[in-house]
């Protein structure tokens, strides 16, 4: 605060200029104005309150609708002009506002062009469309005796403070708002749910609520956390293969439009993500869009690459916050229900406690009119000179009967005695006013009845409302367990890598150096140098790597098969040691060393192999050696597989000339065991679902769905499988006749065949039974003696009886028609358990598990140059040799 003296007068204003004057720091204005501001939007604009679910432009929106609710639907630019009254802001952000809540199609029906939140298009000029209150909204929304009233921001109107809102209108909008330092996102959920949800509550029964989308699509909400900040949803389009070389987008992730999603997978194409010919959005009333797939591109790869890489797949961060007492709270979904029908039974209550009063008001009149007029007492008036002596005169006849009353007499009951007309009496009918009373008397009892049980009464209005408006709001979105997609495995590759070993350069860019694969723009690349140094690092247009390159590949990390055959020269002490390792997770751009870090260490001999494999080398030491041989042979597959950093078993304390393959490996990894995840139609080697059996080489799988088709496929984790329709997953035995009973609706008979898989294409479905509308596969197996339990007829005629299937029909074709099983008499089939059968295992089979299983008996740490155990597996590339 500061004084300012001055002994001048102002000749203008005539003031004396000797006064004090009080200046404020700008800081604090600032300071005070912006909390000021902050607390305005927040509480006034973007976050919505508890009561009712609402915002404040959505509140007065529908309080202006209900003020001019007529039935009849009224242009919504007249609705936003009624709005303005209670609305201090524009006309463009009400009209905004209201476009929402009527594609929402919950509290306002529509008519006209009201846009569409699939496609993005906007609705049409306020001026061309029309809204009316729904009859839930009426309902459920609007009670001006339980209503709060405030004024209006310029005092000239009412508007409510909060609706009586009894329905839990914020989970089934949603919402979402940006305020001052604070922001707000509640998904939406299941309209039927939510009133499940409020019934199970008042019941004491644990709920469970879930999003649900206007856009439908599917959900996986394994970290949903209640819509709490910190949790997260993902959301995917349906994607369908077509028979057209093509894949279906069916529909769109909440909060992505068509438009935004082929933008997407047009920008993934140009970067080399995806490999596609054609985009094509043929949405009209459903969503459909058509992805045409490039020649030689795997639709299951394409399907992972689209949610990898474009809008096709969504995350979506909730963070439910509401204004509880004036203050912003950050709230789960359970608590934001249990909030809202605590209210809603609480409004319930108000309206019953009203009706009530209504009620005994109308039996204390009727009784009053009753006693006046069949007592008589209108006569006692007829010689009253004055209205003071009738008003008297009234209130003496009356209070003989005043035990009959329910309350006491008031001067505003005998004046609406004398208002009763001469005509209303000489018509009273006694019997009519007694049967009045006793409804009205019904009635209280029934609504004592309802406020002594109010948790039934609210159960029972939440199951009105269900039952009313229930109707065709099931759920849309479909909840699922999503894989997690790696990136790096679906991407096309769109690269060339080429590397130049003796100056260390690898990259994309290096066209005129040496050709080593192909990758994708987002690969990581591992390098091993002769010096013992392994490196991982992101591939590049070109990066110095490091000089005598001796291996460079694609990285795959987690890839625990891919198996590192390596001997090295210890600086030293001049010992040679072999090793056998697999690189899994790494640090990007840091160096390892693979040797004991002397110096002078060197890499001998190394191999890579993508199945584990462990050759057999020839050892060549040096002339000038002591050694008693100067060669000899040396089998990694005695070498177990350890860390990348162990020091390896001694080959040779001599110094080695040369190490030679001398004969390619085999495996020692044995298959892969692999198992089928039914929640989300994927195969596995984590152990999740069933168990299909141990893959390896050539081996199959075959999938046989209800609609009468088999496919084949390979065991890439990949691929996918239609979880719907499946009835059968196995590994593929091409000698097992598979056994079908399958419906013929044109014939309206059950048929039982046999056959042999004859087909050899791969990922494509053949039908293996008539192709007609309404025919579908009942019971599959692949059983080698398959049994069954056959209930045939009705009523008392049912019969039982255990069938070998076997018996009934021979091996046929896989197009053949097959035997009649049944008719429509047939009641119930269930495949008996098959004895556990033992697999044949030939002779090769038997000796390489018999060695390994020897190897991994030995417990021993420490090798001679001839080696004791291990392990190892697949094809080994040609080796590296120095």
Not at 850 to 860: F, P, Q, V, Y
Request: aromatic share 10%.
């Amino acid at each position: 605060m500061e004084e300012n003296k001055d002994e001048s007068v102002n000749p203008e204003s005539g003031k004396d200029q000797n006064q004090e004057y009080h200046i404020t720091s700008v800081n604090g204005l600032y300071q005070n104005w912006f909390l000021d501001y902050a607390s305005y939007v927040i509480l006034e604009r973007a976050v919505p309150a508890i009561e009712d679910g609402l915002k404040p432009v959505q509140r007065r929106i529908l309080h202006s609708m209900r003020e001019m609710d007529d039935g009849r639907f009224n242009k919504v630019a007249n609705i936003i002009g009624q709005t303005m009254q209670y609305h201090p802001h524009g006309d463009a952000a009400i009209g905004d506002a209201m476009v929402n809540l009527g594609q929402k199609d919950l509290m306002i029906e529509t008519q006209g062009n009201w846009g569409d939140v699939r496609t993005g298009d906007s609705a049409a000029a306020p001026r061309y469309i029309e809204a009316r209150l729904s009859k839930f909204a009426l309902e459920v929304a609007f009670n001006k005796q339980t209503t709060e009233w405030q004024n209006s921001y310029d005092g000239r109107k009412k508007e409510p403070v909060a609706l009586p809102m009894k329905f839990p209108l914020l989970l089934a909008q949603g919402v979402e708002g940006i305020a001052v330092g604070l922001a707000t996102k509640v998904l939406p959920h299941n309209f039927c749910e939510l009133l499940q949800a409020s019934i199970d509550y008042l019941k004491g029964k644990p709920f469970e609520l879930y999003p649900d989308f206007q856009t439908a699509g599917l959900v996986d909400i394994g970290n949903y956390n209640q819509g709490k900040k910190g949790g997260k949803v993902r959301v995917r389009a349906r994607i369908e293969e077509s028979q057209r070389k093509s894949l279906l987008i069916k529909d769109v992730p909440y909060g992505v439009t068509t438009i935004q999603l082929i933008d997407s997978i047009i920008k993934a194409n140009d970067s080399g993500k995806i490999k596609i010919k054609k985009v094509i959005d043929n949405t009209a009333k459903d969503v459909e869009i058509e992805v045409q797939l490039a020649p030689g591109v795997s639709p299951d790869k394409t399907i992972d690459a689209l949610y990898a890489f474009t809008d096709c797949e969504v995350s979506i961060s909730p963070n439910a916050c509401v204004i509880v007492n004036d203050r912003p709270m950050f709230l789960g979904v359970d608590e934001l229900l249990k909030l809202s029908t605590e209210r809603t039974k609480e409004l319930l209550k108000q309206e019953l406690e009203i009706k009530l009063r209504e009620l005994e008001e109308s039996w204390h009149n009727s009784s009053l009119e009753k006693i006046f007029i069949e007592n008589r007492i209108y006569r006692d008036i007829e010689e009253c000179e004055t209205f003071e002596d009738v008003i008297d005169t009234i209130w003496r006849g009356m209070n003989k009967f005043r035990k009959l009353f329910r309350r006491d007499l008031t001067e505003d009951d005998i004046l609406r005695l004398t208002e009763i007309k001469i005509k209303r009496i000489s018509k009273y009918d006694s019997f009519k006013a007694d049967e009045y009373i006793k409804g009205l008397e019904a009635q209280m009892e029934q609504v004592k009845y309802d406020l002594e049980n109010l948790k039934a009464f609210a159960v029972k209005y939440f199951e009105n409302l269900l039952k009313k408006y229930g109707k065709g709001r099931e759920r849309k979105t479909e909840i699922r367990v999503f894989d997690t997609i790696d990136s790096k495995t679906v991407a096309i590759a769109n690269q060339k890598l080429y590397a130049n070993r003796a100056e260390g350069f690898v990259g994309y860019g290096l066209k005129k150096d040496e050709f080593i694969n192909d990758c994708s723009d987002i690969d990581d690349i591992i390098v091993f140098r002769r010096d013992g140094k392994m490196l991982v690092s992101k591939v590049q247009e070109k990066a110095f790597m490091g000089k005598d390159i001796i291996h460079v590949d694609v990285f795959r990390k987690n890839d625990e098969r891919r198996i590192y055959n390596l001997v090295y020269l210890d600086g030293k002490s001049r010992i040679s040691y072999a090793k056998r390792f697999s690189v899994t997770g790494i640090t990007r751009d840091k160096e390892y060393d693979l040797t004991q870090g002397t110096p002078g260490s060197r890499i001998l001999y190394f191999t890579a192999n993508p199945a584990g494999e462990a050759e057999i080398v020839g050892v060549t030491l040096s002339p000038l050696s002591h050694a008693r041989k100067l060669s000899f042979d040396f089998d990694f597959a005695s070498l177990a597989v350890k860390g990348r950093g162990v020091q390896g078993n001694i080959v040779s304390k001599y110094l080695v000339k040369s190490i030679k393959l001398k004969q390619k490996g085999i495996s020692t990894l044995g298959g892969i065991d692999i198992w089928y995840d039914d929640a989300i139609g994927r195969i596995n080697t984590n152990e999740h679902g069933n168990y299909l059996g141990n893959f390896s080489g050539e081996d199959l799988i075959l999938s046989v769905y209800k609609d009468g088709t088999y496919e084949l496929s390979n065991f890439d984790l990949s691929n996918h499988f239609d979880y719907q329709q499946l009835l059968l997953i196995v590994k593929f035995k091409p000698q097992r006749p598979l056994c079908v009973i399958y419906y013929d609706a044109k014939a309206k008979y059950f048929y039982i065949k046999r056959f042999l898989i004859e087909t050899q294409t791969l990922n494509k479905r053949f039908a293996c039974i008539t192709e007609e509308k309404g025919n579908y596969i009942l019971l599959v197996t692949d059983h080698k003696e398959p049994k069954i339990n056959l209930v045939t007829g009705k009523g008392k005629t049912l019969k039982e009886e255990e069938v070998n299937l076997n018996e009934l029909i021979e091996v046929k074709g896989w197009k053949a028609i097959g035997n009649k099983f049944a008719g429509t008499d047939l009641s119930k089939i269930q495949l008996l358990e098959e004895e556990v059968e033992e697999e044949v295992i030939d002779d090769i089979e038997k000796e390489e598990q018999e060695k390994i299983r020897k190897l991994l008996e030995d417990d021993s740490d420490s090798f001679d140059s001839k080696g004791k155990r291990g392990k190892s597996s697949g094809n080994p590339e040609q080796p590296k040799l120095f």
